[in-house]
């Protein structure tokens, strides 16, 4: 099988849904995506019923990515956050996610309490810091094949400029991927791809609403991005459905209205494998045999 690092170097756009739980992985995976985003937003929106303001603990993500890779063989690209605190921890959290399952581990250089990039009011630790967490994750990791992504958050903060020369300093310690937070122009877009496409993969983030204004997925294909994640996509249909579900039901008292829009409990137990699942615990029944 290839290695993502081999299918990154191919000049494609891959679109990497976001998801937060194996049901949502499988889903993805029968719907044909080989690559998921664990969205550490979508963990604490599911998991917290709270915004993403740097709440979620490293055990709480990493058991969530265990889950995940149990019911997936799908690449996992997992949002670690800050690495939940100094070189030291960031080597613990790569070290863990990776035996978790993760194919790429991605680290921001925001301040801890962190938050959403799309939300206003972050703060940035030192240039060199992040340098050293970029170079304890590289050193921490058992495989090459385990990809190490280093994300900055600095054009809110510090400019355009200055989150630039962040990406370039994680660069050359050594990150696989980088991923520049928010940029708030598709010129901005362009000038940062222009800079680095043709040196690392780079990856853009799509979220509906959020700060950066692209919307339009061929323009990012052709800017020369590698990734485009919708990491909060599903939780926001997710988050739609339920309330049209539970307004309906509040109303009616049943769900006949939504009979059309649901699916039938042997629908959900064909998705889930159910039939197989069972068959192949009877081979192990040996009370039967």
Known sequence: MTSF???LSEPTLRIVPGVYDAFGAMLARQAGFDALYVSGASL??????????????????????ARIRERTDA??????????????????????????????????????????GH??????VPPMEMVGKIHAALDARASDDTLIMARTDAIAVEGFEAALDRAELNLEAGADIL?????????????????????VPLLANMVEGGKTPVRDIDLVRSLGYRIAIFPGAMIRAVATAAQTYFASLRSDGDTRALQGKMLEFNDLQKILGTDEMLAAGERFDLHQQ
């Open 5 to 7: 690092r081999q299918q």
């Open 44 to 65: 604490s929106y599911s998991r917290l019923g709270r915004p993403d303001i740097g709440l979620m603990s490293m055990s709480e993500v990493a058991d969530s990515v």
């Open 119 to 124: 939300l206003s009011g972050k703060s940035v």
């Open 75 to 116: 690449t996992l690209v997992v949002d670690a956050d800050t690495g939940f605190g100094n070189a030291l921890n960031v080597q613990r959290t790569v070290s863990l996610l990776e035996r978790m399952g993760a194919t790429v581990i991605q680290l921001e250089d925001q301040m801890m309490p962190k938050r959403c």
């Open 179 to 199: 991923f520049i937070e928010a940029p708030e122009s598709e010129e901005q877009m362009k000038i940062l791809c222009d800079r680095f496409k043709d040196r």
